[in-house]
């Protein structure tokens, strides 16, 4: 079996019953433009074998991406959770040989054996996946979380796995949430044990190979604090007896009888340009730049003035509708007594919403006064995107930052204790969950970037 590495997450497998293509992301930037591949690399398409089978393996933009599915052929098997979203996307773009698979149920030829396997991670629908051929057996973990059980049952069918591409970012994106620069000790614990639980014979760090690009390049020294030569260095602590195997996109990693041989730069298509690693560097005391709106969809003020207005009363009114409904959560915010503030960042000024939760019914203020507890500041041009629903969350998420200073205190004259008190972000929730076309929103943009994909010719 021969795995190369594409760059990211994108793997290639040629097995003896069969070529895997897994997650492709073949251009640069990705995920609607904010971030792209690290170290970089260059792809030629034509250059690429035939494909019998794709495998995505969950819906996360940088895992499925419209523009390189749409240069795959659609005669070719297509493997999958069973996503509405991504069923609903890939029948859009003409493929007609789909099958949604279960966790846990083995694929199987006279060649080579598929088995995806659970994650414990919650809101997404994702697997991992086990390549097994008479050469050895290969688990990409992906971005799961996997549970004992799982890693039990595994061994118990496959016994040593060759080599196990690893999930060990722990990508900092709590900093989105509530801008925490702390290291990730008890997620980089979990990921280490994983290995250990699994005891494979080789180990890749895999699935992290981006950048955030652009205007979003100084996020890059608070997002990545585990680098893959972090990683390794503390496996060989732990393990000795682990190999481990670094991959760099064009490199091809060749195993047969238990041995990994890594062909440095070997791939016929895919190629490494720059070593750029060193911009992920972890540095929590780096500066932080002011959120500013550079605009780069070009709206006119007039239409993200609209759109923005819109979109917050839309939040408002929900905030009135379900305040005095026990398990909502704008429910929970009038419990907490918030006061939940909108920074909108124009391209020339900067206005504010508020709602305030501590009167009954909530009172909404345009540029109001009140010292807020729940803050949201997001760029206008971003948040007119995701109304809109040009784009979506992960796009839009550069373009915001989020504090909050909610607790809850109890004491008297023994003692005082004050708790953060953690609330999901209004906004966010309003726009993914509740907004009159959340239900279609993420259709829409599927459907908005196929068409863009089809007006460039891919």
Known sequence: MRVTLIGHASLLFETRGGTLLMDPVFFDPFEGGAVTSC??????????????????????????????????????????????????????????????????????????????????????????????????????????????????EVVARFGIIDLLIARYASQNFEFFESRTTAFPYEEHQRNLETVLAISPRGVVPGSAGFKFAGNHAWLNRYLFPVSAERFVTDLERLAPAIRPVLLRPGDVGEIEGGEVEVGRGASPFCRMTRYDTDLLRFDPTAPSPPLQDPNPTGYKEAEMSRTTAACLEGLYRYAVEHAGRRLTLAARYRRAGAVYQVEVVFPDKTRCWQIDFRVDPPRFQADGRVEANVVHRIAGSALTDWALRRRGYFYTRAYSRRFSTLYRLWGDDTGVEVRPLALPDLLIYYLLNVADDADEAAKRRIDLEIAETRRSGA
């Not at 279960?102 to 080579?112: H, I, K, M, N, Q």
């Open 39 to 152: 170290p970089e690399r260059e792809v030629d398409l034509g250059k690429l074998p035939e494909i019998d089978c794709l495998v995505i393996s969950h819906r996360h933009p940088d895992h499925f991406d419209i523009p390189s599915l749409a240069r795959i052929p659609r005669t070719c098997r297509v493997l999958c959770p069973g996503d509405p979203l991504m069923l609903y996307a890939l029948g859009q773009l003409g493929f007609t040989r789909v099958s949604p698979l279960e966790p846990g149920r083995v694929l199987s030829t006279a060649d080579f054996q598929l088995l995806p396997t659970r994650s414990e991670e919650l809101g997404v629908r994702e697997f991992g996946l086990i390549v097994a051929d008479g050469s050895g057996v290969v688990w990409n973990q992906v971005d799961t979380i996997l549970s004992l059980a799982t890693i039990q």
